[in-house]
């Protein structure tokens, strides 16, 4: 079948403003829009620029606004979606060239909520022991793959952009309720300011646009609540 592609193309040296380029596209109806942009910069204009790196939804590069939900280009099939398909950088982040946007924003929100274990008691001899209950307490939080389709669908996030947004909630939720760590109390007075979890209206976008499946809004809650507990 052929494919009506429309992608919002932007290269700011030669461009005063985004524009929609249209391409039509040869796919069978399981291809995935991944494997259509692939077509267009291998067979119709390699200029095309876009990120991605496992095609398998494990990498999380390459989000994109497409027929107007933040889904992964890899996951998405053309069967899902129809024949009339289009394609836009994800929203609210300043836009790098065509469908490659500047994550520095992102990735230094989520650095901000110290997305790692801290525990400074000595090193056992074999692991640090968590009983399976402790690791499900967690589990659904490990699951990210940073690719952002859920802070970049937040319309708190594109109000505020200061908003430390759910992707650097849930990194922290995965720490803060793990039993082996020791630096949840500065992660929830990270998140107990201005700009944390009480800038989230729980507008559930972020869990709808999930390719995780992750419960997003939920980890949003449970970490508002262990603030509220601890009373940060
Ligand atoms: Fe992507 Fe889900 Fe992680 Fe958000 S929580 S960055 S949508 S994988
Ligand atoms: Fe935004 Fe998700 Fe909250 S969409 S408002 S972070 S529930
Ligand atoms: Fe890795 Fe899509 S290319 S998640």
Redesign the pocket.
């Known amino acids: 079948m052929q494919v009506d592609l429309r992608v919002l193309r932007y290269d700011p040296e030669r461009d005063s403003k985004p524009y929609w380029a249209e391409y039509l596209v040869e796919s069978g109806p399981m291809e995935r829009v991944l494997d259509l942009l692939h077509r267009v910069k291998w067979e119709q204009d390699g200029t095309l620029t876009f990120r991605r790196s496992c095609a398998h939804g494990v990498c999380?590069s390459d989000a994109m606004l497409i027929n107007g939900r933040n889904r992964l280009a890899c996951k998405i099939r053309v069967d899902q979606l129809g024949r009339r398909i289009s394609v836009a950088p994800l929203p609210g982040l300043p836009v790098v060239k065509d469908l490659v946007v500047d994550m520095e924003d992102f990735f230094a929100k989520y650095r901000s909520v110290r997305p790692y274990l801290v525990n400074e008691a000595p090193l056992p001899a074999r692991e640090r022991l968590q009983s399976p209950q402790a690791r499900a307490r967690y589990d659904d939080t490990t699951k990210?793959?940073?690719?952002?389709?859920?802070?970049t669908s937040c319309p708190s996030f594109w109000a505020q952009k200061s908003y430390v947004g759910?992707?650097a909630i849930?990194n922290a939720h995965r720490f803060v309720f793990d039993s082996r760590d020791e630096a949840a109390q500065e992660r929830l007075e990270i998140l107990a300011d201005k700009d944390g979890v009480w800038r989230c209206r729980t507008v559930f976008n972020?869990t709808d646009?999930?390719?995780?499946g992750?419960n997003?809004t939920q980890a949003i809650l449970e970490v508002s609540a262990a603030i509220v507990e601890r009373r940060i």
Not at 144 to 151: E, F, V
Not at 209 to 212: E, K, L, M, T, V
């Open positions: 999380g990210c793959i940073l690719c952002a389709a859920c802070t759910p992707a849930v972020c646009a999930c390719p995780r992750i997003i």
